[in-house]
């Protein structure tokens, strides 16, 4: 029985940057070769980041991808690796691809077959999907090639089973929402077990503008039982030997191109060490994502350091612990900008919260700036009285004054606003909606508190030095037990404008992420017609506001931004 | 001889509004039988208005859409009508789709079969294509359906042409740009002459968010010939009679649906009155969709007056006229918000073209918020020098005066930046980018001083009373003759900062619109290499701002917005 060594290189590449990510394959070739293993994989457009979107209508950048990929091959020696990149034809048609790698040489191209075009996908708009199937030939080992969605989909894996595959890999760039890790292995497993045959799947990992990519790649065997996986959420390589005895030729489908090549290593191989790796709770699986979202957006745009506004409210507390659990606390300014309305206990809270992450604390008023602008206005406003123009103004000094110290430091702005309030429009525009990358978009408000309460009942391990001396439970339980307040106005409560939260989020979750009717939704949320009805309204109204948020991380199957494309000028009415 | 009458009925309809549209379908009917029209078109989607986007995912709407298709069947008598629907199929699958209206019934649905998934298109993210064509036989008259791109292709017109054809019918929503008459006019009249087959192309007119719809709609003979064509930027009807003799039926190159309906009336009818209509010159075409396109933002989203910052140069000149023209001057109101920086010069400016257009000027000095920020900042800022923070301050300080009028009063915001800027990412997140829509978003600068002057030698004509009455030429000729200048800053001009606009303009078309590589763009452009890759860079670090800005106007084969993704994390750089 041959053994086939398998390494799944968990990459984190850039989008855009062609040389680095070369350069991140050629060091996961010399950590495969230096393992003895026969394969290696790197997942889905490698070369080029995931997803490059337009720069794919660049013929330069579809150039540049090209001769990455001549320059790569010759370090494909001793192993045979399978990378992604974009393939274009004679006619200049553009493919999602899989180069395979051999003996210093490009020897196939596999072209995936099933392009998304849903979500936050659009790969209709620039590929042309594949028509034949590739099997190579290692030995005993018959590997059959797909690239992501491919594996979403019975057929593929069905026929290349069937044509005699008894390995089944996929390349992929899948990005991140809560649970998938779980729903990608009970497909893949569905599937290794219909068709008897053991599957590999490398998966992208890192952050790009919204989406996350969770790595957390996978190994199971014929019976659909995990054999290894990667860590979510980082970088890492994961090793696995395979074992092969010669299969009977099957009659294929359909035709498929056989490619010879290097058979495994015959003599024995020192084993492969012992890599225990955890699978996270739900909590911590959120956590870590947006984490790694943070981390990567600001690294990979070129900043260093983060400011954003410290209120005293649950948000932005969670905002901060994600903060300087990405960043360090060296890296990370919180803002105070109290106003007239801003309670003792907020600004406690903040100052507690600031001294327990070690976070350099910036304090300007607000009051002199409000009352300027209120003394401008009153010619014209006249003896009209206060109602959310006022509220609005305080909320957008704020913003400006973030970004009065982005512009003068160099500094990022962090949002802090979360999925509820973002969905209903109970934001300011310009104002609390301000920021260069919006943290907490995509996370509902029961989620915030849920995450916020995990961070302080879980002390960092293997985050960065900062946070790990910080003591357990930086957040204030104050600031878990009072009332949501965006206190712009006298004795304001989030709940005097929106129902209770977790009325709302329950049917946020049915009417935005699940796309349900408005009667559907009143059966499921078990809230009032009336009250769903006034979400409903709240969540079309907001959709010229959402146009101009920040990006966000995607934690949920249905994120606002290129996930969810409503139209603004929109006269559609459920009843 | 007998003679088809068919009449083309450019709606204005509006997404989501599903009653709303079908009133508007009705009334097309009445109209088409009250003139005996034998055959009534009306635009692509007309049901549901084009692009639904996302409210396509939800099952109701489109339940709702086959609803308002069963209400108006009926209406449908003594006249044949093709009407633009979402289809869907019992495995729920949904189709662009036409159906034929006869007898007061539904009698035959054709499915469109070329699905666009470029540019600002994403039919394949809903739509599955259709598989069949469909002939309407009206006595000798055989007329084969299309719908929009199925006509932008050469099959579908050769197939139904070969299958007994003798008259092409489309249905579209075509989003405009500039010269996009002329394209569509070239096009359909090579498929005519091609295939010996007349066409009669009938397109939705009006805005929709970012796209306007031109209408325009057009017939042509079979030699290629334009017989007549709608208004362009108006609603219409276009009624003309096509003579048919009973064709040799030939023998289909592929299956085809053929459906009998009644035929022509026999019987002599009251001629059609001439209806001359002008075709609008380059300038003038720009202009008027600008002007609907605003309008038409406004009213559908349901605001009736504007409030914009009217600085005394070109740009806010431009909007201030487009405004005023879609909307009537007492609609209108123009914020004069001067600071330490204006000249005297402008300030006179902008007061003499809101008297000549007669705007109420509402006059707010922003110096005593300014002082305030830069007294709060100090213990922050020290002394570090004024830079490029100090001039976004005064720039957001206007953003928030506006947004301030908006909240008190209900007036929707204009933001006045152009392309050139946008592009450069020379403006200010939520300060002169702030606005609910930015009405010259896609006119690069050159262009909006050529639209200023069209406007000041053209009094308008067909214009609301207001404009009428205006004299021709409200825009002082001494905004034509300044150097552009954002006024933030002692004695600074755009110039300091960008390449000349007719060289950076030059560089925008070629890189951005045409997507050209750096080595074309310098060679096209006739600007020095630094100064291309000066541009070049400044279009990519520009991406974030251009997320958060408002939706703009498209007139250009491409627009910042859905037509152009471009991630922001993107260490791509052209060499």
Not at 187 to 203: E, G, T
């Amino acid at each position: 029985m041959a053994i086939l060594r398998l390494a799944l290189s968990q990459l984190n590449v850039t989008v855009g940057d062609l040389e680095g990510n070369r350069r991140l394959v050629e060091a996961a070739l010399r950590q495969a070769r230096a393992a003895h293993a026969d394969l290696l994989l790197v997942p889905e457009l490698s070369l080029t980041g995931y997803p490059p979107e337009d720069l794919l209508l660049k013929p330069s950048f579809i150039e540049r991808n090209l001769r990455m990929l001549r320059v790569l091959a010759p370090s494909a020696r001793e192993v045979v690796a399978v990378v992604g990149f974009v393939d274009r034809d004679r006619q200049g048609r553009l493919y999602n691809a899989a180069a395979v790698l051999a003996n210093g040489r490009h020897v196939a191209t596999y072209r995936k077959q099933y392009l998304p075009n849903y979500g936050v996908f659009d790969e209709q708009r620039y590929f042309t999907p594949g028509s034949e199937f590739v099997l190579l030939e290692l030995g005993a080992a018959r590997v059959g090639l797909t690239i992501c969605e491919d594996l979403w989909t019975a057929p593929p894996c069905e026929l290349l089973a069937h044509a005699g595959a008894n390995l089944v890999v996929n390349i992929s760039a899948s990005p991140y929402y809560a649970g998938k890790f779980m729903v990608r292995q009970r497909l893949f497993s569905r599937q290794a077990r219909r068709n008897r045959v053991p599957i590999a799947y490398c998966n992208l990992v890192g952050g790009q503008d919204e989406l996350v990519f969770d790595g957390a790649s996978l190994v199971l065997d014929a019976r659909g039982r995990r054999l290894v996986h990667g860590c979510a959420f980082r970088e890492d390589t994961v090793f696995v030997d395979l074992p092969f005895a010669a299969s009977r030729p099957r009659r294929p489908l359909m035709p498929v191109r056989r490619v010879r090549l290097p058979p495994p290593a015959p003599g024995p191989r020192a084993p492969l060490p012992p890599a225990p790796r955890r699978i996270l709770g739900p909590d911590e699986e959120v956590y870590e994502a947006l984490r790694l979202g943070l981390r990567d957006y600001v690294r990979k745009n070129g900043f260093s350091t983060v400011v954003f506004g410290l209120s005293g409210g649950i948000d932005s507390a969670l905002t901060a612990c994600l903060a300087v659990d990405a960043l360090g606390a060296a890296h990370v300014r919180a803002m105070v900008m109290p106003s007239r309305f801003s309670s003792a206990g907020t600004r406690q809270d903040a100052q507690r919260l600031a001294k327990a992450l070690k976070m350099q604390v910036v304090a300007i008023s607000i009051e002199p700036v409000f009352q300027a602008y209120l003394n401008s206005l009153r010619p014209v406003f006249g003896r009209r009285p206060a109602d959310v123009t006022e509220q609005n103004i305080q909320a957008r000094i704020r913003g400006n004054l973030l970004m009065a110290l982005s512009n003068k430091f160099g500094w990022l702005v962090l949002n802090t606003g979360n999925k509820s309030e973002m969905a209903t429009g109970y934001t300011t525009l310009y104002g609390d909606m301000a920021g260069g990358l919006a943290v907490i978009k995509d996370v509902p408000k029961t989620l915030v508190y849920r995450l916020a309460r995990w961070r302080n009942h879980h002390p960092p391990g293997t985050w960065p030095a900062e946070a790990r001396r910080a003591k357990a439970g930086p957040i204030p339980e104050r600031i878990f037990r009072r009332a949501p307040t965006a206190e712009l106005a006298s004795r304001q409560k989030d709940q005097d404008t929106l129902p209770p939260y977790d009325a709302l989020d329950r049917i946020l979750k049915a009417s935005v992420e699940e796309d349900r009717s408005l009667q559907d939704t009143i059966a499921r949320s078990r809230a009032s017609a009336s009250t769903v009805r006034r979400v409903f309204h709240m969540v079309d109204r907001a959709e010229y506001k959402r146009r101009q948020a920040p990006p966000g991380i995607k934690i949920t199957p249905k994120a606002f931004g290129r996930d969810r494309r409503m139209p603004i000028t929109n006269r559609y009415v459920e009843r």
